[in-house]
């Protein structure tokens, strides 16, 4: 899953046209596509006898690597 999350990082470019004071404003593509992909991306990592709980970890796995909106990239409290 992993390796998977790194290419779409080199898939989705970073914005360059515009000013931004913390992170790159790409970071919201690249978690929309998490939370789009994330019910595929647990079950594959789980496997389907582990659904239900692929379904559970759906929530854990999408707040995990930031906030799209604040750009946080996980550094700071919900």
Known sequence: MLHKLSAWVDEIPPLRDHKQRYGNKA???????????APALMVEVLGETH???????????TVAF???????YGTGAS
């Open 51 to 61: 659904r239900r709980a692929a379904t559970e970890m759906v929530g854990y796995l």
């Open 27 to 37: 970071f919201r593509t690249w978690h929309a596509r998490l939370v789009q992909e």
């Open 66 to 72: 930031g906030n799209e909106t604040r750009i946080d």
